[in-house]
């Protein structure tokens, strides 16, 4: 079966440079969420897209934007970035609009700022 | 604000040792209460959704509970494949989940 797929796997990055993860959902999957999760920490909710509108927005810094397109794929943008950025950056979809269905992540996306 | 608190951070079991990990919460309208299992560098995998105290839920090795402040997840005679991180997860006033730190098991030959 499909699963959600990030690229790229893994990402380094200098400090102050720009950054686009993307994200391609589950087939027929309308809500897409992006999580971040430092190393020993619990996956912090970022933001989240349903029918290509932001649904929701969690602890999201300033630097980073992201859209979800008409073939409901999605992208994280991270400009100017920090040391504090490096992380593994997960994508899960749904179906629903975010009513709490079960989300299906992928293998995430490993940041490292340098 | 919703949160989630899972114990202990860390367990330890050798195989065949039965044991119970644990997640406390607090949340405005509990929409669902979600277990995942994380292996290292991967993303978390659904595990089971409860939705209200007293439900159960089972699958292999693993059963989950539901009280109205907290869930156990149950595990009967693991083996050394079932070693991960077990995250708890609810989902409640906001739409999107929020997540305990998790619950690193591992579990020795």
């Known amino acids: 079966a499909a699963g959600v797929i990030q690229s790229p796997r893994h990402l380094i990055k200098e400090k102050r440079e720009t950054a686009t993860l993307k994200c391609y959902p589950i087939p027929r999957h309308d809500t897409v969420y992006w999580y971040q999760q430092g190393p020993g920490q619990d996956p912090q909710f970022l933001i989240s897209f349903y029918e290509k509108m932001q649904s929701d927005k969690g602890s999201i810094p300033d630097r980073f934007s992201a859209q979800q397109f008409s073939d409901y794929h999605s992208e994280l943008n991270m400009s100017s970035l920090e040391l504090g950025d490096s992380a593994l950056y997960f994508c899960?979809?749904?179906?629903?609009?975010?009513?709490?269905?079960?989300?299906?992540f992928g293998s995430g996306t490993q940041l490292s700022v340098l | 604000e919703d949160q989630v608190t899972q114990s202990p951070e860390a367990l330890r079991l050798q195989e065949g040792e039965s044991s119970s990990l644990n997640c406390s919460y607090t949340?405005?309208?509990?929409?669902?209460l979600f277990w995942y299992r994380q292996d290292p560098g991967k993303g978390p995998e659904f595990l089971f959704t409860l939705y209200s105290a007293g439900e159960e839920k089972e699958k292999e090795r693993l059963k989950a509970t539901l009280t109205k402040k907290e869930s156990f997840l149950h595990i009967t005679a693991p083996k050394p494949e079932d070693s991960a991180t077990y995250l708890c997860?609810?989902?409640?006033?906001?739409?999107?989940?929020?997540f305990g730190s998790g619950t690193q098991l591992t579990v020795l030959p």
């Open positions: 997860a609810v989902g409640g006033s906001a739409r999107q989940l929020t």
């Open positions: 899960a979809s749904s179906r629903g609009g975010g009513n709490n269905e079960k989300l299906f």
């Open positions: 949340v405005s309208g509990l929409r669902g």
